[in-house]
C-alpha cells in the first residue's frame, strides 16, 4: 500500500476537469458579450456546462462584487438542488455557503451565498419582497426551451426589470434547444437599452475575435440598439442510432423493461436511461428489473436500477450521479427530468416511452390534471440525444416509426395550457393588474384568463374591479401553497381550526409520499392504515397521522417503521408545517395549538363530530371548486358534470360511499382520472361558501 496515491482516490468522483466541457473555449467571449450587452442567450446541448460553468465564470470575473449575487433559475426543484451540490462541490466550498439553493419550503443559503440555484417560482416571489430583485447582477433563466408556466411568467417580469435598471442587471437566457430567437424577438420587442461603456477588466472586443470563437448574432429591436445577443455553444455530439417498434406496444413499461434486458444481454457496455412518464410506473419497472436481474446468469454482470423522480429525497436523487461498482450497468429510470434539466454521465442507451406527464388545465370543468401526453419531437430528439454524450450511441423508441411522425413539433408552452390563477395571483401582488397586456411571451388563451380570474374572485382574492382584495388577496398571494389552499388556510381562524388545517396543508404538500412499505408488505401497510382512517375522508386520516406522529409517535423513525410511514416524508411535514406557521404568524394571526399538544387526543380522536365538521367546512370554502358528486357506480363527477372521476386506490373513498366530496388534486394513469386527498363534504355547503362560483355556472 505504500505508493497508493491518496489523492487520487479521491478525483475519481470529482469529475473530468470542467475545461474540458465544451463551454470552456467560449469563456472569454461569453463574459465579453454579457458585458455588453442586457441580454445574452446561450444555446448548448445539454452537457455543455452551461448550468454549472456560467455562475462560476460570472464570480470569477467579478459580478459578485459589492455584495451582490447571481441568480440561476430552474424549472425543476431536482435540478435546483443536484446542480448547487455539483457547484459548491466544484468550488470547495459548503453547500449553502458561497453556493446554495433555494426551493419552496427548503432555503440552503446564507449572507455569504454568491450562487443561488432557485426555482423560478421562488424567484417571482422573492420580487414581492424585493420588486427589482436588486441583490441580483445577473440572473440566468436556465432551460427556458421548457416554457414552464413560471419560466414565461418570470421573462415577463424580468423584461419590465431590465427596462428600469438597464445598466446594472444583465440577464442570461439559457436554452437546449434552438429557439433562442423568440427569445431575443421577445426582449426586442418595444424595447431599447443603451448600455454604458463597459467596466474596466471587460473583455475587448479584439480578444473576442482573436479567439475566433463564438459567432454572435445580434437581433435589433425595432425601436433602438440590440438590446442581445445569442451565443451557440457547440458540444461534440456522437451520433446516435435510433430504433423504432415495427408495431406499436400496449405496455410500455413492460417493453421498456424488455429492452433493458436485451439491451444488457447483446449490447457493449454503457448505461441505460429510460424515459417514463411518472413514479408509478417508475417503480413498477425498477421492481420488474430487480426481480428478472436476480434470475440472471451469476456470473453476469448486474444491472443497477436506480429511479429518478421529483418525489425522491436529495440524497435518492443523487444515486443516479454516482459512478456505478464495477462489473454494474446503471439504469435509471426517469420521469422527462433528465431530458435536459440534469445531465448523468455514462449513459449510451436511451430508451424513450415516447410519454411524459404534462399539466392540461380543461376550462370547461376547471380541472387541471397531469396528463400523460405524447412528447413532442424536439422532446424526442432532445431525449434520444441523451445516448451519444460521450461516445455513439443507441436510442430505442417504444413507438413506431409512423407515430413518431405524427408528433407535435414542440410541445405546447405550459401557459397555454396551465391553471393561470397561481400565476395571475402573483402578477396582481406585484402590481401588474392588466393581465390581458402583460407581455407574455407567447399569449395565453383569453378563456383560461378568465377561468382563472373567475376562481380568483369567488374565493375572495379579487373584488369587483378584479383589483387584490386586502388583506385577504394579499395574504393568499403571499403565502407558498396554491389558491385554494391559501384560501382554506386564512379562513381556518373563523372556523376554530387553523391549527389542524396547517397540518393538513403541510401533509397534502407532500404529494402522497407518505406511506411506505417494501416488497411484500401490501397488505400490512393497508391495515396500518386502517388504523388512522376515518369514515369523513382523506384530510383528517393525514391530520390524525400527523397528530399521532408528532405526539404519540415523538416525531421518532420506529413510530413510522411500525406503522408503514416514510419518515422523511412526514419530517418534511413537520418542517414545511413550521414555516407556514410563520407566515401565518406573520400577517398578525395567532395558532392556538391546543389540541395537538394535547397527548390524550391523538389518532382517532380529532376533536369528534363539531370540529371534524369545521375542518370540512373550512376545506369547502377553498376548494369549492374541486367538488364532485358521487355517482350509484361508485365513481364521480364533477360540478360541471363531464369528467368520470374515480377516487384513487390510496384514497379512503375507493369502495365507499360519499354523496359529495372535495378534493385536492387530480391525476391521470392509464386513461383514467383518479381524485387523490378527498374529503365528504355537504352539497349546502357549496353555495353557503361560494355562491358567485356557483351562480356563475
Ligand atoms: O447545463 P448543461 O446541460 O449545459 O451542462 P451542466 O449541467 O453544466 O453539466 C456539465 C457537466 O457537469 C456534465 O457533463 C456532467 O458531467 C457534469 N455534472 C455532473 O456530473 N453532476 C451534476 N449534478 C451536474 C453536472
Ligand atoms: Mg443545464
Not at 50 to 57: D, V
Not at 220 to 229: A, E, H, I
Not at 447 to 458: D, G, H, K, N, W
Request: aromatic share 8%.
Amino acid at each position: 500500500m505504500a505508493d497508493f496515491d491518496i489523492s487520487a482516490t479521491f478525483i475519481p468522483s470529482l469529475h473530468k476537469p470542467a475545461s474540458l466541457l465544451p463551454i470552456a473555449r467560449h469563456r472569454q467571449s461569453l463574459l465579453y458579450l454579457i458585458e455588453t450587452n442586457p441580454v445574452t442567450i446561450v444555446i448548448g446541448h445539454t452537457g455543455s456546462g452551461k448550468t454549472t460553468q456560467i455562475p462560476q465564470y460570472l464570480e470569477q470575473a467579478g459580478w459578485c462584487g459589492d455584495g451582490k449575487v447571481i441568480a440561476v433559475t430552474q424549472p425543476r426543484r431536482v435540478a435546483a438542488t443536484t446542480v448547487a451540490i455539483r457547484v459548491a462541490e466544484e468550488m470547495g466550498c459548503k453547500l449553502g455557503e458561497e453556493v446554495g439553493y433555494s426551493i419552496r419550503f427548503e432555503d440552503v443559503t446564507s449572507g455569504k451565498t454568491r450562487i443561488k440555484f432557485l426555482t423560478d417560482g421562488l424567484l417571482l416571489r422573492e420580487a414581492l419582497v424585493d420588486p427589482l430583485l436588486s441583490r441580483y447582477s445577473v440572473i440566468m433563466v436556465d432551460e427556458a426551451h421548457e416554457r414552464s408556466l413560471s419560466t414565461d411568467v418570470l421573462l415577463g417580469v424580468l423584461k419590465k426589470i431590465l427596462k428600469r435598471r438597464p445598466n446594472d442587471l444583465r440577464i442570461i437566457i439559457s436554452s437546449a434547444t434552438l429557439q433562442a430567437e423568440d427569445f431575443l424577438r421577445f426582449f426586442g420587442r418595444d424595447m431599447t437599452v443603451q448600455l454604458k461603456p463597459a467596466a474596466p477588466d471587460a473583455v475587448t472586443l479584439d480578444e473576442l475575435i482573436s479567439q475566433g470563437g463564438a459567432n454572435p448574432k445580434s437581433v435589433d429591436s425595432t425601436l433602438g440598439g440590440p438590446v442581445g445577443q445569442i451565443i451557440s455553444i457547440e458540444g461534440r455530439m456522437f451520433p446516435v442510432d435510433i430504433l423504432y417498434l415495427e408495431a406499436p406496444t400496449e405496455d410500455y413499461v413492460e417493453k421498456a423493461v424488455q429492452t433493458v434486458f436485451d439491451i444488457h444481454t447483446q449490447e457493449l457496455d454503457g448505461d441505460i436511461l429510460v424515459f417514463l412518464t411518472g413514479r408509478e410506473e417508475i417503480d413498477t419497472a425498477v421492481q420488474a428489473i430487480s426481480e428478472r436481474a436476480a434470475a440472471l446468469h451469476p456470473r453476469a454482470q448486474t444491472l443497477m436500477p436506480l429511479p429518478l423522480y421529483a418525489g425522491l429525497s436529495t440524497e435518492q436523487q443523487m444515486y443516479v450521479f454516482e459512478e456505478a461498482p464495477e462489473n454494474t450497468r446503471k439504469v435509471i429510470l426517469s420521469t422527462n427530468i433528465a431530458e435536459a434539466s440534469v445531465t448523468i454521465d455514462g449513459i449510451v442507451y436511451v430508451i424513450d416511452s415516447g410519454f411524459a406527464k404534462l399539466r392540461a388545465f380543461n376550462p370547461l370543468t376547471g380541472i387541471e390534471t397531469l396528463t400523460s401526453t405524447p412528447v413532442s419531437k424536439a422532446s424526442a430528439t432532445q431525449r434520444a440525444g441523451r445516448a451519444g454524450r460521450t461516445r455513439p450511441g443507441k436510442c430505442y423508441r417504444l413507438y413506431t416509426e409512423a407515430s413518431y411522425q405524427l408528433l407535435e413539433e414542440a410541445t405546447v408552452p405550459e401557459v397555454q395550457r396551465s391553471n393561470l390563477a397561481p400565476a395571475i395571483l402573483q402578477l396582481k401582488a406585484l402590481g401588474i393588474d392588466n393581465i390581458v397586456r402583460f407581455d407574455f411571451i407567447t399569449s395565453p388563451p383569453s378563456e383560461l384568463i378568465t377561468r382563472a380570474l373567475e376562481l380568483l374572485y369567488s374565493l375572495g382574492a379579487l373584488d369587483d374591479y378584479a383589483k387584490l382584495t386586502r388583506p385577504l388577496g394579499i395574504r393568499m398571494a403571499e403565502l407558498a401553497v396554491e389558491p385554494m389552499m391559501a384560501k382554506t388556510l386564512l379562513s381556518a381562524p373563523s372556523f376554530g381550526c387553523l391549527s389542524e388545517i396547517l397540518s393538513i396543508a403541510a401533509m397534502t404538500s407532500l404529494g402522497g409520499n407518505i406511506w411506505f412499505h417494501h416488497d411484500g408488505e401490501k397488505k400490512k401497510m393497508e391495515s396500518a392504515r386502517r388504523k388512522f382512517a376515518v369514515e369523513e375522508g382523506d384530510h383528517i386520516t393525514l391530520l390524525n397521522v400527523y397528530q399521532a406522529f408528532v405526539t404519540k409517535g415523538k416525531k421518532e423513525a420506529r413510530f413510522c417503521h411500525d406503522n408503514y410511514l416514510n419518515f422523511k416524508a412526514l419530517t418534511r411535514a413537520v418542517s414545511i408545517r413550521a414555516q407556514l406557521k410563520r407566515y401565518i404568524e406573520r400577517f398578525g394571526i395567532s395558532v392556538d395549538e391546543a389540541l395537538s399538544s394535547n397527548p390524550n387526543k391523538h389518532v382517532l380522536a380529532v376533536g369528534g363530530p363539531d370540529k371534524s365538521e369545521q375542518i370540512r367546512r373550512c376545506l369547502t370554502t377553498g376548494y369549492f371548486a374541486h367538488a364532485a358528486k358521487m355517482q350509484p357506480d361508485g365513481t364521480f363527477r364533477n360540478v360541471a358534470g363531464g369528467t368520470v372521476l374515480h377516487a384513487h386506490p390510496s384514497s379512503l373513498m375507493f369502495n365507499r360511499k360519499a354523496d359529495w366530496v372535495v378534493f385536492h388534486e387530480v391525476m391521470e394513469t392509464g386513461g383514467k382520472t383518479y381524485i387523490r386527498d378527498a374529503s365528504r363534504i355537504e352539497k349546502g355547503w357549496l353555495v353557503e361558501y361560494a355562491p358567485e362560483f356557483y351562480k356563475i355556472r
